[in-house]
C-alpha cells in the first residue's frame, strides 16, 4: 500500500498535469477534424455545384494540402505521447536505489538474436520490437521492449502471433555461470514442443526435483545437467515468481510469465493481454488505472530481476 500510495502521489503532482496537457492537444484535433469534415463536405458540394474540370482541379490542391497537415499533426500527437508518459514513469522507477538511470528509445528493440538466444521461442516470420528501455538493477544491465512476433500458419494462410508483450534480457556478467534452466507456462504447453525440443539438444531435460507443488502446476520446468537447479531456482525465487503470478491474476489480467537464464543472461518474457499506452484519438486520455498498469508490469519484471539478482 505504501508503494501505491507514493505512485499515487507522483501521479497527481507530475503524470497528470502533462496527461492533461495531451488531453487538451486530442480535443482540439478532434474539434479540427470535425471542422475539416464540414469544410470539405462543402468543398465537394461546391464542386459538385460548379462541375468545372478547372476549377475542381485547382481545388484539390488546397484541399490535399490540408489533409496532409491534419495527417502530420495527428502523427506528432501519437509520436509524443508515449514518450513522454513513460519518461515520467522510469522516472519515479529509477528513484528506488536498487535501480541505475534508466533510458527510453521509442524506436528502439532487442535484436531478433537476443531474444532467440533465450531459447523461449525458436522462430519467427514477423518480428517487430519498439519502445526499447535500458537501465540497471543493483549491479546487471538489462534492456526491456514491447515485441510482436508471428510466424505463418502452418494450416492457414495468416500470421499467427508466437509472443506478444514485453521481453527482457540481462546480464549477470558471470564467466562461472554455465548451462541453463528453462521455465515454461504449463497452459501453453501445446504451442511450445519446439522450444522445448531446442532446450533438449542442448542437453536440457524435464525437472521435477527441488519444485515447489504449486510452482509445478503453472511452470514446466527444464534444466541442463550442469546447472544446480536448487541455487538457480530456489524456493525463494520460486514464491517470488509465484506472488507475481498471482498479482496479474486476481487484477484479472490474462498474462502468463516464460522465464530463461543461459549460462550468465537471464530472460523473461511477459504476455500482454492488451496495448498499454497506446492513445487513442477519440477516447479520453486520462486514466490512472492505465498508467498504474504499465508501470505494474514494468515493476514487475524488474522485481524479478531483482530476486534473481540477489539469489545469484
Known amino acids: ?120 521461442f525458436t522462430h519467427a516470420d514477423e518480428y517487430i520490437a519498439e519502445d526499447l528501455i535500458t537501465g540497471q538493477v543493483r549491479e546487471l544491465p ?22 506478444q508483450g514485453v521481453f527482457l534480457w540481462g546480464d549477470f556478467r558471470r564467466v562461472d555461470m554455465q548451462g541453463g534452466i528453462l521455465l515454461l507456462p504449463d497452459a501453453y504447453r501445446k504451442y511450445l514442443s519446439r522450444s522445448e525440443r531446442a532446450f533438449h539438444l542442448m542437453g536440457g531435460r524435464r525437472v521435477r526435483d527441488h519444485l515447489l507443488p504449486e510452482f509445478e502446476a503453472f511452470f514446466d520446468t527444464y534444466a541442463t545437467p550442469n546447472v544446480r537447479l536448487s541455487d538457480v531456482l530456489s524456493k525463494d525465487l520460486q514464491h517470488a515468481i509465484l506472488r507475481f503470478r498471482q498479482r496479474f491474476q486476481e487484477a484479472n489480467r490474462q498474462k502468463e510469465m516464460y522465464l530463461s537464464i543461459i549460462e550468465d543472461k537471464i530472460y523473461i518474457a511477459l504476455t500482454q493481454d492488451k496495448d498499454l499506452l497506446e492513445p487513442s484519438l477519440f477516447q479520453n486520455t486520462i486514466s490512472f488505472e492505465i498508467i498504474q498498469e504499465f508501470y505494474q508490469d514494468i515493476n514487475l519484471l524488474l522485481e524479478v530481476l531483482r530476486e534473481v539478482d540477489v539469489m545469484n
Not at 79 to 97: A, H, M, S, T, Y
Not at 143 to 148: A, S, T
Request: proline content about 3%; some cysteine.
Open 142 to 163: 538489462f534492456e526491456l521492449c514491447e515485441l510482436r512476433v508471428r510466424e505463418f500458419s502452418s494450416v492457414r494462410t495468416r500470421l499467427d502471433y508466437v509472443f
Open 1 to 120: 500500500m505504501h508503494a501505491y500510495h507514493d505512485f499515487r502521489l507522483f501521479y497527481n503532482q507530475n503524470i497528470y498535469p502533462e496527461l492533461l496537457n495531451l488531453e487538451r492537444r486530442r480535443r482540439r484535433l478532434v474539434r479540427l477534424l470535425s471542422l475539416s469534415v464540414f469544410l470539405l463536405a462543402g468543398v465537394l458540394v461546391l464542386q459538385l455545384y460548379i462541375q468545372i474540370l478547372v476549377v475542381n482541379l485547382l481545388l484539390l490542391i488546397p484541399v490535399g494540402l490540408w489533409i496532409a497537415y491534419l495527417g502530420f499533426r495527428i502523427q506528432v500527437y501519437y509520436q509524443e505521447f508515449k514518450p513522454r508518459v513513460v519518461g515520467l514513469i522510469l522516472d519515479f522507477i529509477d528513484n528506488d536505489i536498487n535501480f541505475g538511470a534508466f533510458h527510453y528509445n521509442s524506436k528502439g528493440g532487442i535484436p531478433k538474436e537476443k531474444f532467440f538466444a533465450s531459447k523461449l
